[in-house]
């Protein structure tokens, strides 16, 4: 039975969305329409906080943000995961929402004591699949959720079982250390006062630094914090600092396929000149 914490969306709302992901029909209930789709997500649909840079307001309602990516936007995990368990849903897989934190440091307390993350799990055909396409620089595919290892090129993660729920653990290239989550079922509404404060809050890495990231074909995983651009392939880890405006927003669009309006456009070039730079580098 579908978890009533997923909302519904309606049809032409499911098949925008599915025309952004290339998806030309409705599609069948199954293991690879899954795989599918989620590939298709986490490499065309990026993670980022541009609407918080920028100003714009956003919540977490999932039926909302469907409808946004549906036309064209992104955002960070309530956003992302949000809207593509409701999109899921609306096909008619069994979708469970969850609490989770990721976690920098790992000296912090295990378990989940603020809900900085939504995460899901998919029952199908009576096993349990981990699915989150709002990590930035994580899954390529949903996992059986068991205890183990996972390789999706060019990254390595882990999963094990604990007292509070799963652990999800990041490859050491990765952009956080681990993810904790509980098992037991959460609600949209469980996550308004932790987007509330990571997109206000002075303290929050959110507001402090402009953050975008996704899959690029083949084996490859982009990130852009500030100006810095990142990509991590089979041959290692590679940096360069983006020094114009122009090879910024080039970078957006072209390589994170990020998909800029007139709500952006105002606040674009402001954000590039407060972005912090390196010493010695040039404000274009």
Same mark, same amino acid.
């Given at each position: 039975m579908q978890e009533p914490s997923v909302p519904r969306i309606g049809d032409e709302v499911v098949r925008r969305y599915l025309a952004r992901l290339d998806e030309p029909g409705r599609p069948r209930v199954n293991l690879a329409t899954l795989v599918r789709l989620h590939e298709r997500h986490v490499r065309r649909v990026p993670y980022h906080n541009l609407d918080i840079q920028v100003g714009l307001p956003t919540d977490v309602d999932p039926a909302g943000n469907a409808a946004r990516l549906a036309d064209g936007d992104a955002g960070y995990c309530f956003h992302l995961n949000g809207a593509f368990a409701a999109l899921l849903a609306a096909l008619g897989f069994d979708v469970t929402l969850h609490r989770g934190q990721v976690k920098k440091a790992p000296a912090l307390p295990d378990g989940v004591h603020f809900a900085n993350h939504l995460t899901m799990t998919v029952r199908l055909d009576g096993r349990r699949w981990f699915v989150d396409v709002g990590l930035g620089d994580g899954l390529l595919g949903p996992v059986p959720l068991r205890p183990g290892v996972v390789r999706h090129p060019p990254l390595? /993660? +882990?999963? +094990?079982?604990? +007292?509070?729920?799963?652990? &999800?653990?990041?490859?050491?290239?990765?952009? /956080?250390?681990?993810?904790?989550?509980?098992? @037991?079922? *959460?609600?949209?509404?469980? /996550?308004? *006062? *932790?987007?509330?404060? $990571?997109?206000? +809050?002075?303290?929050?890495? /959110?507001? !402090?630094? &402009? =953050?975008? #990231?996704?899959?690029?074909?083949?084996?490859?995983?982009?990130? $852009?914090?500030? !100006?810095?651009?990142? @990509? =991590?392939?089979?041959?290692?880890?590679?940096?360069?600092?983006? #020094?114009?405006?122009?090879?910024? @927003? !080039?970078?957006?669009?072209?390589? &994170? $396929?990020?998909? $800029?309006?007139?709500?952006? *456009?105002?606040?674009? !070039?402001?954000?590039?000149? @407060?972005?912090?730079?390196?010493?010695? =580098?040039? #404000?274009?």
């Open positions: 390595t /993660f +882990a999963f +094990a079982e604990a +007292a509070w729920g799963w652990r &999800f653990t990041h490859d050491p290239r990765g952009s /956080f250390t681990v993810m904790d989550w509980e098992d @037991r079922p *959460a609600r949209p509404q469980d /996550f308004v *006062a *932790a987007h509330e404060l $990571l997109s206000t +809050a002075s303290t929050s890495t /959110f507001v !402090r630094r &402009f =953050i975008v #990231t996704n899959r690029g074909p083949g084996e490859v995983v982009w990130s $852009l914090v500030d !100006r810095l651009l990142t @990509r =991590i392939d089979g041959d290692g880890v590679h940096r360069r600092e983006l #020094t114009t405006f122009d090879q910024w @927003r !080039r970078e957006l669009e072209e390589t &994170f $396929l990020l998909r $800029l309006d007139d709500r952006h *456009a105002a606040g674009l !070039r402001l954000l590039w000149q @407060r972005l912090p730079q390196r010493p010695g =580098i040039p #404000t274009g």
